[in-house]
């Protein structure tokens, strides 16, 4: 199928065809070009034919060349370099033996072809790091003629390490290799480049030719007997298989194909050689050198998206940590909180019960466990609190002992518990017939004990009367009995019988007595 017309490429080599373009034959015969739409035709190279001048008359779109494109771009042409193949050049100097020429310093007084002339910065780089001033060398342009090597019309011949040392071999010619690798210059060779509009205009297609051709140049690797074979059936070469496959040999070396990526490219590099092309005086200024190394990767973002979205994702990050640890002292407050509201309540509750216990206790301290009056202890003290008020205020306080009768026989013949029944029950009595101020107690035992303030003797009297009279009259239940029980009264009254609390319960026990003797269920007064 037809390929689009802008995708028709003219592809410039940088010489004739070999097996040192073996990637581009690949990429084309094997249809990697094809794949990506690309229509590629392939042009030899000749000294009137060079890459550089043929992209930059725009008759190639992709061309291959040396360090001279970025000689060229230094001098403000408009290449960029889209992938080197060669990790270090081929570029060498051969002198014969037999002319004694050994290192770069033997070269001081030799004629020596290059094929850039003057503008070589490898060999121009070499003899500055050696102290040696190109002056002191006769430099010629290259006739691309070994011969004129063999023949001894020129010293040192500007050679390809992949090539020419075929040849001396095979004439049994004794050689030295001058490399600049062994002065420290180190530059890349065989670059794959094209022109800054092109990067610009097509960018798609620079990826698609770039990925193409790298494409090819591993399978050219992998399978350099086919590429041979096909250089030989179809594209005329004259060099014989044996040659070309010193070549693919000595390429390997040069290429590292298992090493480095083919095509590898360190800006470092290129900066380095451009150093080199300032220090042999080739160009003043590095100022061009800007974008003239392909970047194959996606247009990136620009330089400052990286540090804002770092510092961004950095502020998130220190958001989100502050965020977490306010969580989780938030969560930790909560749940202190609520322990100390748990505990609080049961503070609360066990507080109510602290103070019902209080109260119980308080109670029980003055209270009479059996019937629910008030104990003697709680007698004692309320006789001196009324007694010392009446005494303030002069108004009488009657003293009322009760004791029940015979009670002794209730226990003896119904049992302690129904004495119990019978005590409680004239408990309830005493507690039922109080009037507001009255104080019944129980003064131990079955005697019972009545402070009754503001009652004057009769008065008292009368009331005792009443207590008697109801008691006698009614009959305590304890299951299935009756009992039916009296009791004695003995009164005194403050001011008239007694002034102390002592003397009035003296005096009331004096009464009780008489009550006894005089023959029980009555009331005396003292
Ligand atoms: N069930 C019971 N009996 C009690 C309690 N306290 C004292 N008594 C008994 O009360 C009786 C008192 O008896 P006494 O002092 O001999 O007098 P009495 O039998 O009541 O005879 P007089 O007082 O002379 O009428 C004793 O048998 C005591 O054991 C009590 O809390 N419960």
């Known amino acids: 199928d037809q390929a689009a017309p802008e995708s028709v490429i003219d592809f410039q080599l940088r010489w004739h065809h070999q097996f040192q373009f073996a990637g581009y034959y690949a990429a084309l015969e094997k249809g990697f070009y094809r794949e990506e739409g690309l229509e590629v035709r392939i042009h030899a190279g000749s000294p009137g034919r060079q890459p550089v001048k043929e992209v930059l008359a725009g ?133 794959l480049f094209t022109s800054e509009a092109e990067v610009r205009d097509n960018p798609a297609r620079v990826q698609a030719f770039r990925r193409a051709t790298l494409k090819g140049w591993r399978y050219a690797m992998e399978h350099p007997a086919e590429i041979i074979d096909l250089l030989l059936a179809k594209y005329g070469v004259s060099k014989s298989r044996e040659h070309l496959e010193f070549e693919a040999a000595a390429m390997r070396s040069l290429i590292l194909p298992d090493l480095i990526e083919i095509g590898h490219m360190n800006p470092g590099r290129w900066q380095h050689m451009a150093d080199a092309f300032i220090k042999a005086g080739l160009v003043k200024s590095q100022a061009a050198l800007a974008g003239f190394v392909y970047d194959p990767r996606p247009p990136a973002a620009p330089a400052w998206v990286v540090p804002v979205l770092l510092g961004a994702l950095l502020a998130v990050g220190a958001v989100l940590s502050v965020a977490g640890y306010f969580i989780r002292v938030n969560r930790r407050l909560l749940s202190v909180d609520a322990q100390l509201r748990e505990a609080n309540e049961r503070l609360v509750a066990n507080l109510a019960e602290i103070s019902a216990l209080h109260k119980q206790l308080q109670e029980q301290a003055v209270h009479d466990p059996l019937t629910g009056l008030y104990n003697r202890r709680y007698l004692d003290e309320v006789l001196e ?142």
């Open 59 to 191: 008759r190639a779109q992709y061309a291959e060349g040396n360090s001279e494109i970025l000689h060229q771009r230094l001098l403000g042409q408009p290449l960029v370099a889209l992938a080197a193949i060669f990790q270090h050049s081929p570029s060498v100097l051969i002198a014969r033996r037999d002319s004694g020429i050994a290192s770069a310093h033997d070269l001081i007084g030799k004629r020596v072809m290059l094929m850039d002339g003057n503008a070589d910065a490898d060999f121009l780089t070499m003899l500055l790091n050696e102290g040696i001033s190109p002056s002191q060398v006769n430099i010629l342009p290259s006739s691309y003629d070994f011969n004129d090597l063999l023949s001894g019309k020129v010293d040192a011949f500007n050679s390809y390490l992949t090539n020419e040392p075929f040849y001396l071999r095979q004439q049994q010619v004794d050689f030295t290799v001058i490399d600049p690798r062994s002065y420290r210059v180190d530059f890349y060779s065989d670059v």
């Open 385 to 526: 609190r009324e007694l010392a008020r009446a005494v303030r205020e002069g108004y009488p306080v009657s003293v009322a002992m009760i004791d029940l009768d015979h009670f002794k026989a209730v226990n003896d013949t119904y049992g302690h518990k129904a004495g119990d029944r019978v005590l409680q029950a004239l408990g309830r009595l005493l507690h039922e017939q109080a009037r507001e101020g009255d104080v019944p107690c129980r003064f131990g035992g079955e005697e019972f004990v009545l402070v009754l303030p503001r009652m004057a003797g009769d008065n008292a009297r009368r009331r005792a009367e009443q207590w008697r009279e109801a008691f006698a009259a009614q009959a305590t239940r304890h299951g299935e009995i009756e009992i039916h029980c009296t009791m004695s009264v003995g009164l005194a009254t403050y001011p008239g019988d007694a002034t102390s609390a002592e003397g009035l319960l003296a005096g009331a026990d004096r009464a009780l007595y008489r009550a006894k003797a005089g023959g029980r269920n009555r009331v005396e007064a003292a």
